[in-house]
């Protein structure tokens, strides 16, 4: 017997489909609301709406868990690796061993990237953010590869595009950095698993050897994991809207990584350092920028705390925060913003307004910190955390596209003048 619900206006009554989800979750399929009633619904920053109907990534913010098609984000940081995480996304199942030596290999023979990028690096000034850099180069693919524009081609034709750029934005990354400090850009090696190489790219110096240290590599690794896909987020959401007018892959891609960019979103990893950073030179004091954080006359807000829909720690927080302790007694690293960071925590875990308001570390919070152990620059978190997005935003423009879903196209309802009638130019 399918479930249904009923809307009662102006004296009449409306009968709406449930559906139910794989995990129990129960949405109103108001799909023939405004044909039935004339009504639309209005939720601002869509925190009660669904946009649509996935299999790849559930979570449950009351209870803080997090599976990617199926498996625990716990047990897949812990036994996968971040090449294999991304296959499993983008075409639903654990690879056998002869599809992740072919994906794999796919990847590391397409790494490279056309020598015109380096006159396209060229252009941007060395203080450009490494974001916008990222999305101008990933939107340049499609100059490279023209075939990516047509999102309805075969198959074959789509999954090229996808390790194409799963293979170069390894690459963009590090060059980015590397014009960014005016440094000569290191080639990729086909040689080299997926953090070896991007390492590789972004720290070997001109004229010196360079060692991958597997402590960092695997560290990089399980935090690529940890972002890979985390629902219908702001940029997420942004790739499947861009995706849904039939826009490439990599437009879509590049319009996600500029809304990831924004500091409430992935940008918030580079806040997080930039504010425990103020903390430690304001001599420490927490409370003070607790105090500030709930001040509504303040715009400051404690960067890496709250989300839209964790009410509970955030799983990832938690593996972060174990990592981060790892890697810097690993790497015999002493960095003080992480002992800031435990007793800011310590402090909003006691906090009413923050209890109160349900706000817990979130991924960006711990993130910064072994970033900044792994040597990694405060501006090129965020684009290390779209590195790890990238297979989530694969997997739901590819699922969006594969589902024929229409071309995304909000209501509003409009609250400004109504009949007004041109008053000429000398008369106003
Ligand atoms: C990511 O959606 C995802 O899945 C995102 C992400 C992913 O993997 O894709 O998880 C990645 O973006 C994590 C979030 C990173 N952003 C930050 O750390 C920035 C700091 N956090 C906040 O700006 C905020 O918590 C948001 C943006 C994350 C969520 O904002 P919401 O859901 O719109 O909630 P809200 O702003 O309405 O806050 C509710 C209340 C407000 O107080 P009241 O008006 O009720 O009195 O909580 C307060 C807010 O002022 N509040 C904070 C706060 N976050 C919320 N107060 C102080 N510091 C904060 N960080």
Redesign the pocket.
């Given at each position: 017997m399918s479930e249904t619900a009923k809307i009662i206006y102006d004296g009449k009554e409306y009968e709406l489909p449930v559906i139910t989800g794989t995990e129990n979750e129960k949405a109103i399929d108001i799909g023939s609301l405004r044909q039935m009633s004339g009504l639309i619904t209005l939720d601002y920053?869509y925190?009660n709406t669904g946009a649509t109907s996935s299999k790849i990534t559930f979570l449950d913010g009351e209870k803080g868990i997090l599976k990617y098609r199926g498996y625990g984000i716990e047990e897949l940081a812990e036994k996968s690796s971040f090449i294999e995480v991304a296959y499993l996304l983008i075409f639903g199942d654990l690879p056998n061993q002869d599809q992740l030596e072919r994906f794999e290999g796919a990847i590391r023979n397409n790494r490279m990237v056309h020598e015109d990028y380096k006159r396209i690096l060229g252009g941007f000034p060395s203080r450009s953010h490494p974001m916008g850099v990222l999305s101008s180069l990933v939107t340049s693919l499609t100059a490279f590869f023209p075939e990516s524009l047509d999102p309805n081609r075969s198959p074959e034709g789509v999954n090229l595009s996808i390790v194409r750029i799963l293979a170069k934005m390894p690459t963009f990354a590090a060059w980015t950095y590397k014009h960014k400090i005016g440094h000569p850009v290191n080639y990729p090696s086909s040689k080299e698993d997926y953090c070896s190489n991007l390492l590789h790219m972004m720290f070997k110096q001109p004229g010196a050897d360079y060692e991958v240290d597997p402590v960092i590599a695997n560290a990089l690794d399980k935090l690529l994991i940890l972002?890979a896909d985390?629902?219908q987020?702001?940029?997420?959401s942004t790739v499947r809207i861009t995706g849904s007018s039939h826009g490439s892959l990599y437009t879509s891609v590049s319009a996600g990584i500029n809304a990831l960019w924004g500091?409430?979103?992935?940008g918030?990893n580079m806040?997080?350092i930039n504010t425990l950073e103020n903390i430690r030179e304001d001599g420490g004091d927490t409370k003070k920028w607790m105090d500030k954080?709930?001040d509504?006359d303040d715009p400051f807000?404690?960067?890496?705390?709250?989300?839209?829909?964790?009410k509970n720690f955030?799983p990832r927080a938690r593996i972060i925060k174990k990592a981060a302790d790892d890697v810097l007694d690993k790497l015999g690293v002493n960095d003080p913003v992480l002992d800031i960071a435990k007793g800011l925590e310590r402090v909003a875990l006691e906090d009413e307004?923050f209890v109160e308001?349900k706000?817990y570390p979130?991924?960006?919070?711990y993130s910064g910190i072994i970033y900044r152990a792994l040597g990694i620059p405060v501006d090129m978190f965020t684009v290390l955390f779209a590195l790890g997005?990238l297979p989530g935003w694969i997997a739901q423009w590819k699922e969006m596209r594969e589902n024929k879903e229409p071309i995304g196209r909000p209501r509003q309802v409009y609250t400004g003048e109504t009949n007004r009638t041109y008053v000429p130019l000398n008369q106003r």
């Open positions: 920053g925190k972002h985390h629902e987020n702001c940029s997420t500091p409430l979103h992935g918030a806040e997080v954080a709930k509504k807000r404690l960067m890496g705390f709250g989300h839209r829909v964790y955030d307004y308001r706000l979130n991924v960006d919070f997005r």
